[in-house]
C-alpha cells in the first residue's frame, strides 16, 4: 500500500471519488476534494489531475471551512 503523503501525484490516488464545487467555472478553475480512507481529505486542482495533491486532516479542513464560511478570506478575493 503506497504512503499517503501531501504533494504526492494525485496519480498515485486511485479509486477516489474526486468532486467540486457546483460554483465552479466551466474553464477548468475548479479546485477539487476526495474522501481518502484514512479519514483525510485530498486537495487538487481540476487542470492537472495528475498533478500534486494536498492531504489534510478532518480538523484541518473544518478549521478551513469554518474560516471560510466566516468570512475570513474574503480579503483574498479582490
Not at 476534494?33 to 492531504?55: F, K, Q
Request: charged letters at 20%; aromatic letters at 8%.
Amino acid at each position: 500500500m503506497t504512503k499517503i503523503h501531501n504533494g504526492m501525484p494525485a496519480q498515485h490516488l486511485p479509486g477516489l471519488s474526486w468532486r467540486k464545487s457546483r460554483y465552479s467555472g466551466s474553464v477548468g478553475n475548479c479546485v477539487e476534494v476526495a474522501p481518502l480512507i484514512d479519514g483525510g481529505i485530498a486537495v487538487r486542482n481540476s487542470r492537472y489531475p495528475d498533478g500534486p495533491a494536498l492531504v489534510y486532516s478532518r480538523d484541518e479542513m473544518a478549521a478551513f471551512l469554518s474560516g471560510a464560511k466566516d468570512g475570513e478570506f474574503d480579503d483574498l478575493i479582490v
